[in-house]
């Protein structure tokens, strides 16, 4: 009966509301390997930044998603693939930062056996166009490079 009220009260502290991102101290940047910094789509303009100038393989590193239309985004989803070598897909999970400005994402790459490898990170945007008051979903795909340290 002890162990298991050790286990259930480790359990309780264990759970508790999400925490926001605090990206406040980040300086987020283009890479001078990402293949754009800005894309332009029919339901806007998204910016992509990270949080490193240059991206090393099993050292984490946070991306930044902003946009004219953030208001109107209501999830947002993607994965890290290798663009050239299959390494299998990378979920990637974005969050409001805790000022509510910004769609902030944290992840690692893995190291494979080359020094460089170019990776495709695919964004799916959902929605809504609040001028013509439609549902949108867009998808579109950055890549950049990474390094082994």
Known sequence: MRYFCLIFLFLLT???????????????????????????????????????????????????L?????????????????KDMFMGKVPVFFELDSNGEYFVAETLLGSCSEEKMIWRLWLTINGRQEQQNLDFEQTFFIDFESTRH
């Open 14 to 64: 264990g759970c508790g509301p999400a925490k926001k991102l605090d990206t406040s101290n980040i300086r987020f940047q283009c890479l001078a390997s990402q293949s754009s910094c800005t894309v332009s789509t029919e339901s806007g303009q998204f910016e992509v930044l990270f949080s490193q100038d240059k991206v090393l393989t099993e050292v984490p590193f946070s991306i930044r």
């Open 66 to 82: 902003s946009s004219s239309t953030i208001g109107s985004i209501n999830n947002i989803s993607g994965f890290l693939e290798g």
